[in-house]
């Protein structure tokens, strides 16, 4: 079949999607994410094909770790689709209720999208999560992974689809029988098939599609993501945020890229700092002062604070005061997140309200800014686009309302 007939499938079976109870939909993914950990090993399988061609291919190791899928990663998959299954079902909510002097009762319900199309890249555990998500909220999907995936999603999509077979629903979902580029342009103009596109990758795939794109997007963009340490700051607590935001897993959205320091605090700080990031290999690209306290840190340039290195490099700059913070984020944010360590709460304030990105986060790591973090359960991404969705969407953000209005006989006059 070929891209539009697979979407204009979907289109059709998720027509019925908005109807179905909130229990069923329970039922359905709780058996999603038992067939899951009951295909670990088919799983594993696929997963090694992709891994072999993403080495051949000289993916970098942040890469091929994104891309990795063993025992603990595919049950956490699993849990995460359990964990949809206990959330809140917003479709249906009613979200407003209010009578109007003529008597005429309105309301506002959440209703579905409709037929999302994701196109992301390196991560298969964005299949599930994605297919988790746009179920229970009644959207149907078409998904498009990246081709160092493709052996992973396919077999993904395929346990699930077999899931929905059981209950009359297997075409809700699909994924693009291949990976060629063209997928991408077609998707991005499929209006009869598609309400929104959510791409999730690198900057080049975001800005093709923008270029290209008459479906709406809701743009995934890349996390250059800040992290400052104010002169009032615990030290101990800051090189662990920094450690956490920049080791932990390097490859993802949400890991720090950009460590912002005050300069009263640079002399106790950086030394202390600069030697936990060289004992876990990571490559220092600095400002002057910044390089001054070691000889393994590297010149900075403007394009490195402006770089998602989704790797372990960090920049670092050393900045005269809060002011001086600001500013340099607002001119290389992504408007992902940013975070600040400070116990100095006037400081903290300004930071809040200076800064718009999707997630703000005091006194604790970048990572944090995650939907399973920040309690909606698995998430579809975390967006950077203001309209209709801004930070990690889950649930209730796969969703707009709708006007009901009730009467009882009433006319426009």
């Known amino acids: 079949m070929s891209l539009k007939e697979i979407g204009a499938r979907i289109k059709k079976e998720s027509l019925v999607l908005p109807t179905i109870s909130t229990s069923q939909k329970q039922t359905i993914l709780r058996e999603m994410a038992d067939a899951i950990n009951g295909n670990i090993d088919i799983i594993i399988s696929a997963n090694l094909l992709d891994l072999e061609e993403g080495k051949r291919n000289g993916l970098s190791s942040a890469m091929i770790d994104r891309l990795r899928l063993n025992k603990n990663r595919i049950e956490s998959m699993s849990d995460s689709v359990k964990e949809v299954a206990t959330l809140q079902d917003p479709v249906g909510e009613i979200t407003e209720d209010y009578s109007r002097p003529n008597g005429l009762q309105v309301q506002r319900r959440r209703i579905p999208l409709g037929v999302i199309g994701v196109i992301y890249e390196s991560r298969p555990n964005v299949t599930v999560e994605a297919a988790s998500l746009c179920f229970y909220a009644g959207n149907g999907l078409l998904l498009r992974g990246g081709s160092e995936a493709f052996h992973s999603n396919t077999i993904l999509v395929k346990i699930l689809k077999s899931v929905l077979k059981n209950h009359n629903l ?42 290209i794109a008459t479906v709406p997007v809701i743009a995934h963009y890349k996390g250059n993501c800040h992290v400052f340490v104010d002169e009032s700051a615990d030290i101990d607590k800051a090189i662990a ?13 949400n890991a720090l890229e950009t460590l912002l320091v005050h300069h009263n605090i640079a002399d106790s700080f950086l030394p202390i700092m600069i030697d936990s990031l060289n004992n876990e290999n990571v490559e220092i690209r600095g400002c002057e002062i910044t390089q001054s306290y070691s000889d393994n840190v590297k010149p900075a340039t403007n394009i490195d604070y402006d770089t998602e290195f989704l790797n ?48 703000i986060i005091v006194n604790a790591s970048t990572r944090f800014n995650d939907g399973g973090e920040l309690g909606l359960g698995a998430e579809i991404g975390i967006s950077t686009t203001k309209l209709h969705s801004f930070g990690p969407m889950g649930l209730r953000e796969l969703t707009t309302t709708k006007f009901v209005v009730i009467g009882n006989g009433q006319i426009r006059v």
């Open 170 to 211: 297997e075409h809700a979902i699909d994924i693009a029988p291949n990976t060629d580029r063209a997928n991408v342009d077609e998707m991005a103009k499929m209006n009869d098939v598609l309400d929104v596109i959510i791409p999730r990758g690198g900057e080049g795939l975001i800005r093709h599609i923008y270029s």
């Open 312 to 359: 372990l490099i960090l920049a670092i700059k050393v900045v005269d005061d809060l002011d001086h913070a600001i500013s340099h984020i607002q001119q290389f944010t992504s408007q992902h997140t940013e975070g600040i360590v400070s116990q100095d709460e006037k400081s903290i304030d300004t930071f809040i309200q200076a800064l718009d990105s999707s997630a």
């Open 241 to 253: 945020i920094v450690m956490n935001g920049k080791v932990q897993r390097p490859g993802v959205c």
